[in-house]
């Protein structure tokens, strides 16, 4: 039987009447798989890691959004300078909620419909909203807990907004900042050209490498090389596939050249990490 740390409310509400609070990260270290009595949205402010969200892996940076409900398991690991904002809730207790509930995903959404990315230059934008609703959430009296509603409905409403800005519409270097990460999320099984992406999309190739830079703190390659190996480790414990088909679906054409890097970022070889996940399985 899996053993997954549990976070319970009362060690982060301060009282019974509070529905939301906010636990700021300025320097988020590595943690366990763990699922909680309540729900939470994961502003990514700066820096990266690797975040485990149930079965799935992929990297996080400056921009990603993600909405944790209680049922899920979810980690972090591989870290670099990552700043986050968790601001945690309680959804069936909200006293807004009739109004909250329409911009926040709904409850049986699935993962890959809680989680995306907003320009970077926004979170500026949020970081003061978060700020007021900080200080509000950590007083006990009926008027802060229903002021620190109102301010978290401005949060989730903002959110809801920016995801719906058109691109065309963004500063043009998030614009750009934006057509990479999607042109990247595309190439997990392709080989991916700076030069040629830079040349189709009348880019700056040193300006762009910059900018990725600065807002993740991972070069272009080591952002890519990082999606492919959560893409393998994904398919290492969820399927049955061969190591050269992975190898292959994760844009590895040399399998053995697939398993050495795999090897030197996960201290393990592709086989002894899905055996590792296969005997858990078989012990629950």
Known sequence: ??????????????????????????????????????????IVCSGNGLHHWNDYIY???????LYINPKDIHGYESV????????????????LSAIIEKYLPKLNAKHTERVWRI???FIKQLSPLVDQLTIESQKNNLASVHLAETL????????????QVPNEQSPTATH????????????LSCS???????????????????LFKSQTGMTINQYLQKRRLCNAMSLLRNTQY?????????????????SVVFKKETQQTPSQYRAKFKDKSNRK
């Not at 990297?59 to 959004?65: H, N, W």
């Not at 670099?80 to 006293?95: D, M, S, V, W």
């Open 1 to 42: 039987m899996n053993k997954y740390l549990r976070l319970y409310k009362q060690d982060y509400f301060i009282s019974e009447i509070n529905t939301v609070t906010v636990e700021k990260r300025d320097h988020q270290q590595i943690f366990p798989l763990h699922n909680h009595d309540f729900h939470e949205i994961v």
């Open 59 to 65: 990297p996080i940076t400056s921009g990603d959004i």
């Open 80 to 95: 670099t300078n990552l700043k986050l904002f968790n601001i945690l809730y309680l959804r069936e207790a909200l006293f």
């Open 119 to 121: 320009n970077p230059s």
């Open 152 to 163: 978290f409905l401005q949060l989730v409403i903002l959110l809801d907004r920016i995801k």
């Open 176 to 187: 750009q900042l934006d057509l990479l990460f999607t042109t990247l999320h595309n190439s």
């Open 192 to 210: 991916f050209n700076l030069e040629m992406f830079c040349k189709q999309n009348h880019i700056a190739e040193r300006s762009i490498s910059r």
């Open 242 to 258: 061969s190591i050269s088909m992975i190898s292959s679906e994760c844009g590895y054409d040399d399998s053995n050249y697939f």
